[in-house]
């Protein structure tokens, strides 16, 4: 490879000052030393981080690296010789094949792009409810709370098949566990209520199945256990990742005034602003993956056990790859970002997500056209950089009446 060997030495977690959209600076500086690097794990383990596009991609596809939770290593934290279990029965994103399409694929024909188009009315619906109750409050609004966080919650919800009278607390319950910020008692409390709620919800469904996706897998082969496992992770995979997207991706954009002017002209737009606004913002930032045997990637020989750190958002803000990367630009013809994954672990709900999104931004700056910040927006807080999912904690706006 010519280059000499990068090391990075912890993982950066500090966005560049008045750039909250922008990766760690010490991430793009990695990526374009090489982009790959060394990386010694918390307790002296040796491992890698991968900051280019062509390589996160190739390890996303490539058999040879594994996805099991008890292989994995805290990139952060030393745990010294504890070892991670594996991953509760139903929680396919931590496994490998077979186990892995054992609960995918029963999931795969309720997701496909045809299905989340019969859905685009009810999002309109949901959508539409929420600006509306924005509408009636007044002025200003938390946009995270008021509209970003609600909207895939309820969406979600219905697709699960929570009844009505328990959305409320039970969705209180999961976001409590996902912030990033609550205390280790709370979140083994709210994560504890959210698994005795899904498995109640399991056994009644089993009883009375109703018109819903965890009504349709109980017709199956699978316990209530991984039933229970799998609503957990169609919750964590659908909920906070669109809550976030919705509420940074209406941040960058009014942030971005010309490419929000783009937008409302056009809102054929839609399609390309969302891939355009998932490249950008990138906020599932890494994932992880285990090498099973000795692999050459980029010129350097990942050895087996070693882990990997695959970077997401330097991948998809890669030169190499785009074009001025660093530039939101709705009608930008590349595609092909990895937001969304790659590889047989591929974003199960991606065609849900974006159907949300293009559904919500449209309506959200057609209803508000003067939608603006309500604070500086150096003083908009972030979530932190250790949470799974980036975003912001919340967002004031404010608009004309």
């Known amino acids: ?19 909250p959209f922008d990766p760690p600076a010490e991430l793009v500086d990695a990526r374009r030393h090489s982009p790959i690097s060394r990386y010694t794990f918390p307790g002296g383990r040796p491992g890698w981080l991968i900051t280019g596009f062509d390589l996160v991609r190739a390890v996303l596809a490539d058999s040879r690296f594994s996805s099991l939770k008890e292989l994995m290593l805290h990139p952060t934290i030393d745990y010294g010789d504890m070892e991670a279990p594996p991953a509760p029965p139903g929680e396919f994103l931590l496994m490998d094949e077979p186990r892995h399409s054992r609960y995918r694929k029963p999931l795969m024909g309720k997701f496909t792009v045809r299905r989340m188009r019969l859905l685009t009315e009810r999002v309109e619906q ?43 607390s039970f969705q209180e319950q999961v976001y409590s566990f996902m912030d990033g910020e609550t205390n280790d008692e709370d979140l083994i409390a709210a994560y504890t209520a959210t698994q005795t709620y899904l498995a109640e919800l399991v056994a009644a469904k089993r009883a009375n199945p109703t018109d819903d996706v965890l009504s349709d897998l109980t017709d199956t082969d699978l316990t209530d256990e991984e039933l ?79 882990r990997v750190i695959l970077s997401y958002n330097t991948a998809n803000r890669d030169p190499e790859r785009f074009t001025d990367p660093d530039v939101l630009d709705l009608r930008r013809q590349e595609g092909g970002h990895l937001a969304f994954g790659h590889g047989i672990h591929q974003c199960l709900g991606q065609q849900l997500a974006r159907v949300e999104m293009k559904v919500a931004f449209p309506a959200l700056f057609n209803r508000f056209p003067a939608l603006r910040l309500a604070v500086p927006p150096e003083e908009v807080v972030l979530r932190p950089e250790s949470a799974d999912v980036y975003g912001v904690k919340s967002l004031p706006v404010a608009w004309d009446v």
Do not use: W
Not at 144 to 166: N, Q, R, S
């Open 126 to 168: 949901i959508t539409g409810e929420h600006l509306d109750a924005m509408a009636e409050a007044g002025s200003s609004a938390d946009l995270v709370t008021a509209f970003a966080k609600p909207v895939p919650a309820v969406v979600i919800c219905e697709l699960l098949g929570v009844p009505y009278e328990d959305r409320g």
């Open 1 to 19: 490879m010519g280059e000499s060997l990068h090391t990075v030495p912890t993982l950066p977690t500090a966005r560049p000052s008045g750039c």
């Open 228 to 306: 229970r496992g799998m609503a957990l992770l169609l919750l964590a995979a659908g909920l906070d990742t669109t809550a976030n997207m919705l509420a940074l991706g209406t941040f960058a954009l009014l942030r971005n005034p010309e490419q929000l002017a783009g937008l409302r002209a056009d809102p054929a737009l839609a399609d390309r602003a969302v891939e355009e606004l998932l490249r950008y913002l990138s906020v599932a930032k890494t994932f992880m993956r285990t090498a099973l045997e000795d692999v050459e990637v980029g010129g350097r020989t990942i050895e087996a056990g070693e």
